[in-house]
């Protein structure tokens, strides 16, 4: 009897699952647009390289970031040919503007 009691209580737990939680902002995460770069330069934010410039051109494609301030570079070869800080919300896209002789 008492181990019938016992494998009850467990079927009875087993039934139980604890609640899944999911949190969401509604909003889409933040993103950087690159406009200008040129051929072949390669952009660079806070000091990683996430490819060729050129294809975050925002048609289609935008480069997902976090929220907040990064540094955003855009070389080609060892030459930074475009630098800025730049701060990105969520549901943001900023947009780098590349323009010839505008390294800062």
Known sequence: MRAMAIVAMLALLCGCALPETRVSTGEAAPGLIVAGAPAGAVLYVDGLPMGAAAQYDGKPKVLAVLEGAHQ???RQGETVVYSEKAYVGNGETHTVRV???TAQ
Request: overall charge negative; glycine content about 16%.
């Open 72 to 74: 955003v570079e855009v």
């Open 99 to 101: 323009a010839a002789g």
